[in-house]
């Protein structure tokens, strides 16, 4: 059985050429001659042109959301974003109004450390509420859990209008957080199922910008409407904009979740003329049609025992695989001539085949070459429909969990939860910091998040710039083409050292203002630092698990949501306690030495990242 000894024993060449999960071939090269009319025959006028390869392969059929215009594609995204943004901003703009609660509501006045509550539950619920979205998505659909999630946020905050009490709007707080809970989980999810692997990161970056402004809106925004308006009227502007965010899910939002596996021939017409892995040329071929693949030298057929896995016995009907076509690549020789030539003479032979077949989809099959008409378009009405009922819930719930076996989950659930937990310890403490002397802001303490806007722009640009430029730019360095998804998470690396800078500089702001109370320029630099990773982790992390584990992808954002929600939950408990007894320098020095740590984990998937999926390949393929 493949696993991390059999990885990490590979050569450097062997790793370069292995095809695990995730890795796709990105830069094709297309043959064409200079007449341009796309003959190859004639060898003396023929060049390669380099193209991008739609991975995935989008379907004949309308409804295939790769296959959507670019405006239901677009509206989709903005609806989705939309309802990321309105939960943040529902989450976070209660954060500058807790100074005002017992000016107004004297009769129930409150500490600190319990007003800290309305946003410390609100945050672990958001994370633990996709322990029940994520399951149900998969079996209901995407659209239907939206729907839900959305009409419950809305209904939640409709019902703050008429509550006026700590306990009860607390309770609404919870709700709150447990409407907003799919917009972590689903809504990246949609991104995968709507665009192509070298289109994600720049949808992504919109996603995560989007989540992380409504933050910031929240905060500057949630000070004067408590000041100015009354504390519950928070409740009115929440309300209308979920309200909206709930249409716009419900009327421009499709089901993106698709089975592709209807559309794939069987996989025995997929597999070429092999050799043994021994080097020695058995003249045997597949019974099935031959089609010309890529297939580069090691691929996931050729790890030990792959052939007993469940995912060879579903290719094969029940049956495994003949011995001599465990292993579907060919061994590089000595006699590197001889195998060129070899390899030349195959060339010419299936030219034809090879230009008139299908793209071999995922080592799953061959995609179907129906003409599109043969499909009822993908109407507006059609577009209103919910997804089939999937059926084994047992397993869909308890699935999440095996996504621990993931290295990549850890990773990502202690990173982005400490970013979140910082940004939520400073969007609490901050405002109550600069309600106080020297400074004395009052209603105005909510624009210490105005340098978090900063950041979130700022981060935001250079992912969407960045992320897929730099997976395009890795593949075509590499001769075979092959897209990699650690090429985009080198781009995080800057983000997370000047987070962890960013905590320090808080801390030792917030402890010493210095002369003429110049100190919340420092606290305003200091909020933008961290929210400048804050807008660059989740959407490159995310994108990761989307291109390296496929359909797992939503089972690792429940596990990574959930540390999400609970180390902000325990940070936000912890801070109030730790910065009345030691200040603000040693509490803050201390998460920022904790988030160095988290940040350090990045080392093992720049340096082995393709060793680690191609040791959990078996896992990740099993359970597709």
């Not at 000070?223 to 979920?242: N, P």
């Not at 730019?473 to 080198?490: D, H, L, M």
Request: one cysteine or more.
């Amino acid at each position: 059985m493949p696993g991390w000894r059999f990885a990490f024993a590979l050569s450097r060449k062997a790793v370069k050429s292995a095809t695990p999960p995730g890795t796709v071939v990105l830069i094709g090269n297309h043959n064409t001659n200079n007449n341009g009319n796309g003959n190859t025959s004639n060898g003396n006028n023929s060049h390669f042109e380099e193209q991008v390869v739609k991975v995935p392969t989008p379907t004949p059929d309308p409804a295939d959301p790769l296959n959507w215009p670019t405006w239901r594609k677009a509206a989709c995204m903005i609806s989705v974003a939309w309802y990321a943004f309105v939960c943040n901003y529902i989450s976070a703009s209660i954060a500058p109004a807790l100074p005002l609660w017992n000016h107004a509501f004297p009769g129930d006045r409150r500490r600190e450390e319990e007003l800290m509550r309305f946003v410390a539950f609100n945050v672990l619920v958001l994370g633990l509420g996709n322990i029940i979205w994520v399951p149900l998505a998969n079996i209901y659909g995407r659209r239907l859990i939206l729907i839900l999630s959305t009409t419950l946020l809305s209904a939640a905050t409709t019902f703050g209008v008429f509550q006026t009490g700590y306990m009860a709007t607390l309770l609404i707080r919870i709700f709150q957080g447990l409407g907003s809970s799919a917009s972590e989980t689903v809504t990246p999810a949609i991104v995968g199922d709507l665009f192509f692997v070298h289109e994600r990161g720049g949808w992504m970056a919109f996603y995560s910008a989007s989540l992380a402004t409504g933050s910031v809106v929240g905060g500057i925004t949630g000070g004067y409407i408590a000041a100015e308006l009354g504390w519950t009227r928070q409740f009115y502007v929440g309300m209308a904009i979920s309200g909206i965010a709930s249409l716009a899910v419900m009327f421009l939002v499709p089901e993106t979740m698709f089975d592709r596996s209807q559309f794939m021939l069987p996989i025995e017409l997929q597999l070429p003329r092999v050799r043994v892995s021994g080097g020695r040329n058995s003249g045997h071929r597949h019974s099935g049609v031959r089609v010309w693949s890529s297939a580069p030298r090691q691929s996931l057929m050729t790890l030990p025992s792959i052939a007993h896995s469940r995912f060879t016995r579903r290719m094969t009907n029940g049956s495994l695989l003949p011995e001599e076509m465990q292993t579907w690549y060919e061994e590089a020789t000595d006699d590197g001539e001889e195998q060129g030539q070899n390899e030349e003479e195959d060339f010419e032979e299936d030219e034809e085949l090879r230009r008139a077949s299908t793209r071999v989809v995922a080592g799953r099959g061959i995609a179907s070459t129906a003409a599109p008409s043969a499909y009822p378009p993908f109407s507006f009405l059609r577009s209103l429909r919910l997804s089939p009922y999937r059926g084994h819930v047992f397993h869909h719930f308890c699935k999440p969990w095996s996504a621990l076996r993931l290295p990549a989950t850890w990773i990502i659930m202690l990173q982005y939860g400490g970013l979140v937990g910082s940004v939520a310890v400073i969007s609490t403490v901050g405002p109550q910091v600069l309600s106080r002397p020297p400074y004395r802001w009052g209603e105005h303490a909510g624009l210490l998040f105005v340098g978090a806007l900063a950041g979130i722009v700022l981060g935001g640009l250079w992912t969407g710039l960045v992320a897929d430029w730099m997976v395009k730019w890795r593949a075509r360095s590499q001769e075979s083409g092959f897209a990699e998804p650690e090429a985009r998470v080198g781009v995080v690396v800057p983000a997370l050292v000047v987070a962890t800078c960013g905590l320090l500089v808080f801390g030792a702001c917030a402890q010493s203002p210095g002369e003429n109370a110049l100190g919340w320029v420092g606290l305003e630099v200091a909020f933008g630092m961290v929210s400048f990773a804050l807008a660059q982790v989740p959407s490159i992390w995310f994108g990761y698990l989307i291109d390296a584990y496929d359909q797992l992808a939503s089972d690792c954002f429940v596990m990574i949501c959930v540390f999400r929600g609970a180390i902000p939950f325990a940070w936000t408990l912890v801070a109030a306690q730790w910065i009345e007894k030691a200040g603000y320098l040693v509490p803050f020095g201390g998460f920022a030495g904790i988030m160095a740590v988290f940040s350090m984990l990045i080392i093992p998937v720049v340096c082995g990242g393709k060793r680690m999926r191609i040791a959990t390949a078996r896992f990740v393929v099993a359970n597709q």
